[in-house]
Nanobody, 123 residues
Framework: QVQLVESGGGLVQAGGSLKLSCAAS????????MGWFRQAPGKEREVVSA????????SYADSVKGRFTMSTDYAKNTVFLQMNSLKPEDTAVYYC????????????????WGQGTQVTVSS
């Protein structure tokens, strides 16, 4: 059974940092692209970042470029999202996701989702 388990969310002041983790289990993900999505209240879910397991190719939404960094620990089947210089508009539920055909340009091609972790940025 495939599982993506996120952790690391919480409440932080604007300008602060959080690091999200996503532990993947249940199958080999070596040919999968990993991603982070977020959904703010009243808004559609949007893709934030994507990475391959080797960590050699990473993509970001324009809204987070220069502030967020996605990385992998292949040995632990875990991906991370380091979020710096957080803004109130970053407040959302953040989801880990993966898919064989998933890319930033094909956000609907997700095969598996995590349960989400809440990130709240106060002004």
């Amino acid at each position: 059974q495939v599982q993506l388990v996120e952790s690391g969310g919480g409440l932080v002041q604007a300008g602060g940092s959080l690091k999200l983790s996503c532990a993947a289990s249940g199958r080999s993900f070596s040919r999968y692209i990993m991603g982070w999505f977020r959904q703010a209240p009243g808004k559609e879910r949007e893709v934030v970042s994507a990475i391959n397991w080797s960590g050699g190719s990473t993509s970001y939404a324009d809204s987070v470029k220069g502030r967020f960094t996605m990385s992998t620990d292949y040995a632990k089947n875990t991906v991370f999202l380091q979020m710096n210089s957080l803004k109130p508009e970053d407040t959302a539920v953040y989801y880990c996701a993966t898919g064989k055909r998933f890319t930033m340009a094909t956000p609907n091609s997700v095969d598996y989702w995590g349960q989400g972790t809440q990130v709240t940025v106060s002004s």
